[in-house]
């Protein structure tokens, strides 16, 4: 005993050390143990990427797209990311892009008139009177046929004069033609009594069509129901001769 209380006195203070050090230690490893950071979870987008090329001015198939997810820090500028009903490329897209706005138009809501115009088609400025048109009515998205006053067969054309106007006959020009725009705006109609400048939607052909006949005759412009069709059109040529 008198052994063990002779060491204690010396070394006491080292126990008292070792024993300090321990419980800093063990401190520390829990207070580490406590801050240590969570794995952090990156934030993720669902983003849409192209499985095939898509041309220029083309409708994009659900069959050419695929979903991902990206992290968000990784995702392009103003990526896309609603329904892709009706929508079509603004350019040639490749394989394995993702989709951007920019990229992209929807033909019926479009704030563009070339986005709207189906392809293959011109745009064609056709003016109406208050008399010649179901004035204040007639809307972008409508359908219209176009009636002209033509001659008799054999007789010579006529828009002036009441004996020789009022031989002439009323027969459709064009039907279904699509209205892009009235004087100028995308959406709304026009104002009653006031005539119409409206924004069509026509093939090359037709559009050369109505520049001559706009020079020989008058038109009637009448709105039509859906899927309405109003007779046979007189072809181009057989009313007028071609210059």
Same mark, same amino acid.
Do not use: C
């Given at each position: 005993?008198?052994?063990?209380?002779?060491?204690?006195?010396?070394? #006491?203070?080292?126990?008292?050390?070792?024993?300090?050090?321990?419980?800093?230690?063990?401190?520390?490893? #829990?207070?580490?143990?406590?801050?240590?950071?969570?794995?952090?979870?990156?934030?993720?987008?669902?983003?849409?990427?192209?499985?095939?090329?898509?041309?220029?001015?083309?409708?994009?198939?659900?069959?050419?797209?695929?979903?991902?997810?990206?992290?968000?820090?990784?995702?392009?500028?103003?990526?896309?990311?609603?329904?892709?009903?009706?929508?079509?490329?603004?350019?040639?897209?490749?394989?394995?892009?993702?989709?951007?706005?920019?990229?992209?138009?929807?033909?019926?809501?479009?704030?563009?008139?070339?986005? #709207?115009?189906?392809?293959?088609?011109?745009?064609?400025?056709?003016?109406?009177?208050?008399?010649?048109?179901?004035?204040?009515?007639?809307?972008?998205?409508? #359908?219209?046929?176009?009636?002209?006053?033509?001659?008799?067969?054999?007789?010579?054309?006529?828009?002036?004069?009441?004996?020789?106007?009022?031989?002439?006959?009323?027969?459709?020009?064009?039907?279904?033609?699509?209205?892009?725009?009235?004087?100028?705006?995308?959406?709304?109609?026009?104002?009653?009594?006031?005539?119409?400048?409206?924004?069509?939607?026509?093939?090359?052909?037709?559009?050369?069509?109505?520049?001559?006949?706009?020079? %020989?005759?008058?038109?009637?412009?009448?709105?039509?129901?859906? %899927?309405?069709?109003?007779?046979?059109?007189?072809?181009?040529?057989?009313?007028?001769?071609?210059?």
């Amino acid at each position: 005993m008198t052994q063990v209380g002779s060491w204690w006195k010396v070394s #006491r203070w080292l126990v008292v050390g070792v024993l300090l050090v321990l419980a800093g230690v063990y401190a520390a490893l #829990r207070f580490l143990a406590s801050t240590k950071a969570a794995p952090v979870t990156a934030n993720t987008a669902t983003v849409y990427v192209l499985t095939q090329p898509v041309a220029a001015d083309a409708p994009i198939p659900p069959s050419a797209v695929k979903t991902e997810t990206w992290p968000v820090k990784l995702l392009p500028l103003n990526v896309y990311q609603g329904s892709l009903a009706g929508l079509y490329t603004t350019e040639a897209l490749p394989q394995g892009v993702p989709l951007v706005a920019a990229d992209l138009f929807n033909p019926a809501t479009s704030d563009l008139i070339p986005n #709207r115009l189906p392809k293959g088609d011109v745009a064609f400025d056709f003016s109406t009177s208050p008399n010649s048109a179901v004035d204040g009515v007639i809307a972008p998205g409508d #359908r219209i046929a176009l009636l002209a006053l033509v001659p008799p067969p054999g007789k010579a054309a006529s828009t002036s004069g009441t004996t020789a106007t009022a031989n002439n006959q009323s027969v459709v020009f064009m039907q279904g033609v699509n209205v892009l725009a009235v004087n100028g705006a995308l959406n709304g109609s026009g104002s009653p009594g006031s005539g119409e400048q409206l924004i069509l939607a026509v093939t090359p052909a037709q559009a050369e069509a109505l520049v001559y006949a706009e020079a %020989h005759t008058t038109f009637t412009v009448v709105l039509e129901a859906p %899927h309405q069709k109003l007779g046979t059109v007189a072809p181009y040529g057989t009313q007028w001769p071609k210059p």
